[in-house]
């Protein structure tokens, strides 16, 4: 799995970029199921977008977290706006986290669901 991070009005500083790293890493582990099995390459990019909003505001939702997945077939978003920079990073990573679930258990019904057909196919 690949990550791009990106700023906006905000210095990446080596502490915020293993944090974005170590959540949307943990992303892997569901990401590693879509893997191609001639290549066993993922096919997944996190192109991940972190800003302060605007410079003047001391208070309220200045903080702005987005990220987009790239699977096969699917693209998922999520955004996310907070006071906190760390609690936006990990309001992203639970958003994505559901979205992949929902997209891994969507093949893998697809795929049963053909086999089952098979079986009734060849049983009849």
């Given amino acids: 799995m690949k990550i791009i991070i990106k700023t906006k009005n905000l210095d990446l500083t080596p502490g915020l970029k293993n944090l974005i790293e170590e959540k949307i890493g943990s992303l892997k582990k569901f990401v590693d199921v879509l893997k191609r099995?001639?290549?066993?390459k993922t096919l997944a990019e996190v192109f991940f977008e972190i800003e302060k909003e605007t410079a003047h505001h001391k208070?309220?939702?200045?903080?702005?977290?987005?990220a987009m997945i790239l699977l096969p077939g699917k693209k998922i978003l999520a955004e996310v706006r907070g006071e906190d920079l760390n609690g936006t990073v990990v309001k992203?990573?639970?958003?994505?986290?559901?979205?992949?679930?929902?997209?891994?258990?969507?093949i893998v019904d697809s795929n049963r669901r053909k086999q089952r057909k098979t079986k009734k196919d060849v049983i009849i």
């Fill in 92 to 106: 992203i990573k639970d958003e994505l986290q559901q979205e992949i679930k929902k997209y891994k258990l969507k």
């Fill in 59 to 66: 208070k309220g939702k200045i903080f702005k977290s987005s």
């Fill in 37 to 40: 099995e001639e290549d066993k």
